[in-house]
């Protein structure tokens, strides 16, 4: 998945976010993030674009915010191990998780 349309998928996905479907909704940003890393994507510009999001979508509603949080928070490597989408060029949060 190149970047284009991840950042579509993206978009799409915080709109859809809601009270009623909000645990759905973790593992389909995990999804999309993986595919586009799998691809050759560069973390830093889909943590970026997490960003620009969360500053649109975030400040608006917390349950966004949460989400994007987390997936901001994989990408850095601040999850359980199995949680983690690591960016080779990123460098991974070195603290332990608890």
């Known amino acids: ?5 991840a950042k579509t998928e993206l978009r799409k996905l915080i709109q859809e976010v809601n009270s009623e479907n909000s645990n759905k909704y973790y593992d389909k940003f995990g999804e999309v993030v993986e595919s ?8 830093r510009y889909i943590y970026d674009y997490l960003m620009e ?7 608006k ?8 949080v987390d997936i901001m928070n994989r990408i850095v490597g601040y999850a359980p191990p199995f949680r983690k989408i690591i ?3 990123l ?3 070195t603290g332990e998780w608890r």
């Not at 998945?1 to 349309?5: A, H, I, S």
């Not at 509603?61 to 994007?68: A, P, V």
């Open 53 to 59: 999001l969360d500053e649109e979508f975030g400040n």
């Open 61 to 68: 509603d917390k349950l966004k915010d949460e989400h994007l």
């Open 1 to 5: 998945m190149d970047l284009k349309r």
């Open 87 to 89: 960016f080779d060029d």
């Open 36 to 43: 586009y890393r799998v691809a050759g994507g560069r973390g």
């Open 91 to 93: 460098n991974e949060q």
